[in-house]
């Protein structure tokens, strides 16, 4: 299985991620992990809002890349934010 995962920062709530994972709890502790680097390690504390599983790999990757995508933002802004 795999997750799209849409989070939000605790620490500055106006600041929110979209990934894929197989593992989704494993993913988070990544990007809460104190040791981690990149764009999300600035940001951490991290909560997961939503995650969608597909039990298809490429439909996964499509629903991420949308949600990355213009019309994808508002659609998450309007459901998910």
Known sequence: ?????????????????????????????????????GYTAKYRPWKIEVGVRFSNRLKAKAFEKYLKSGSGHAFAKRHFW
């Open 1 to 37: 299985m795999t997750w799209v995962y849409l989070q939000r920062s605790l620490s500055d709530p106006d600041c929110v991620y979209v990934g894929l994972t197989e593992h989704l709890e494993e993913r988070l502790a990544q990007h809460n992990d104190p040791k981690g680097e």
